[in-house]
């Protein structure tokens, strides 16, 4: 019953008619709070589910996600050691020629003879790196190029076009794209 319906009632007296307003108003109030709690608690209990599960599933992502960060890192590392291992491998070969070359040498005067030895392990030494990635970095009468190359000096020519390299004065060296060690060279520049 409305507020209204009780004014038009002539046989209620005006005190009467709040204290039935009172209680009508208090009933509504306790059956919407008791469907409150009702749909609330069933909401509550329903959320909470949909949290807890993914809270479990969050928990087995992090880690999931923590065992591949460790399985990758012991793969780096695995792949450094392995890398440095095949290195060192083939670069003791060429430290055994060397051990060769200088017993062979102690008693040696003639001065072709050292050089041919110097030559042969020069040569092993470069094809050990080679074969390991190594590459030279190309330079005499290129274009310089700040990405593998370090001008050291710069002269003055009409030879040569304007940033072109004239002359290496250290070797640079590259492993694919990655330079190890720029060139350093000289480069010509236009006359003034």
Known sequence: MSHKHHNNNPFKNPEDLEEAAKNETSAEENEESNEDKTSGGEAESELQKKYDTLNQQYVRLAADFDNYRKRQEHEREELLKFGTENALKKMI??????????????????????????????????????KLGLETI???????????????????????????????????YKMGDKVLRPALVNVATSES
Request: negative net charge; proline residues 4%.
């Open 93 to 130: 070969e060429v430290l055994d020629n060397f051990e060769r070359g200088k017993k062979a040498l102690e008693n040696v005067d003639d001065c072709e003879k050292v050089k041919e030895s110097f030559n042969l392990v020069h040569k092993q030494v470069i094809d050990a790196l080679t």
């Open 138 to 172: 190309e330079t005499e009468g290129k274009e310089f190029d700040p990405n593998f190359h370090d001008a050291v000096m710069r002269t003055p020519t009409s030879d040569k076009p304007e940033h072109t390299i004239l002359n290496e004065l250290q070797k640079g």
